[in-house]
C-alpha cells in the first residue's frame, strides 16, 4: 500500500478501503481514508458503501477486526437500517402533522431507493430478521461450545480419577 499522503488510483482506494474493514489501517492511514473518500470522484460499489458507512463504524474498530468479509456486509446492513430508522423514523413521528410526507431513502449495495415506503420498510423488515437468524445460530453456536467444555471436563475429571486410583493401587 502506498504510505505516502496521496492515493494515486482508484484500486489503492479501494484496497485501503478494505484494510480498514479488516481493521488492519494505522490512524494516518485511515485519516488519508477519510480526506480520498471525501475529495476523490471515483465511485465504485466498495467506495460509495464505505462513503456511507464511516461514520457509522469508527466506534466499533475492535469488533471489525474480529468479523469476517460477510460479518462486515452484515454489519453495514444493520448500520444501514439504523440509519434509516433514525433519519426516517424520529422525524417522521416527531413533526408527524406539522411537515409533508417523509422521504423513504435506503442505500443497498451502493445504490438509492428513494420515496418508496414499501421497499425501504421491506429492507430494514429483512435486515431485523437477519439479525434474528443470526441471534439464534450464535446462542445454538454457544450452546454447542457449553457442551464440548461440559464433555472435555467430565472426560478430564474421570481420567484424573482414573489416574487417582492407580496410583492408590500401586502404594
Known amino acids: 500500500m ?8 482508484q484500486n489503492e482506494l479501494e484496497q485501503l478501503i478494505e484494510r480498514y474493514f479488516d481493521g488492519e489501517t494505522s490512524i494516518q492511514e485511515e485519516q488519508l481514508l477519510r480526506e480520498a473518500l471525501a475529495n476523490s470522484q471515483w465511485t465504485s460499489e466498495t467506495i460509495d458503501e464505505a462513503r456511507f458507512a464511516m461514520g ?4 466499533h ?3 471489525r477486526k474480529e468479523a469476517s468479509k460477510f460479518n462486515r456486509i452484515s454489519i453495514i446492513g444493520i448500520a444501514a437500517t439504523i440509519a434509516i430508522l433514525l433519519t426516517v423514523g424520529i422525524p417522521a413521528l416527531s413533526h408527524r402533522w406539522s411537515t409533508p410526507q ?3 431513502i435506503a442505500y443497498v449495495n451502493g445504490k438509492v431507493i428513494a420515496n418508496n415506503q414499501e421497499a425501504v420498510m421491506s429492507l430494514i423488515e429483512q435486515d431485523l430478521n437477519n439479525m434474528g437468524m443470526a441471534t439464534h445460530e450464535m446462542d445454538n453456536a454457544i450452546a454447542d461450545d457449553m457442551n464440548d467444555i461440559s464433555d472435555a471436563t467430565q472426560y478430564m475429571t474421570n481420567e484424573l480419577s482414573s489416574l487417582g486410583e492407580a496410583i492408590e493401587l500401586d502404594d
Open 2 to 9: 502506498n504510505t505516502s499522503h496521496h492515493i494515486s488510483n
Open 56 to 59: 457509522y463504524f469508527t466506534a
Open 61 to 63: 474498530r475492535q469488533e
Open 102 to 104: 417523509p422521504e423513504y
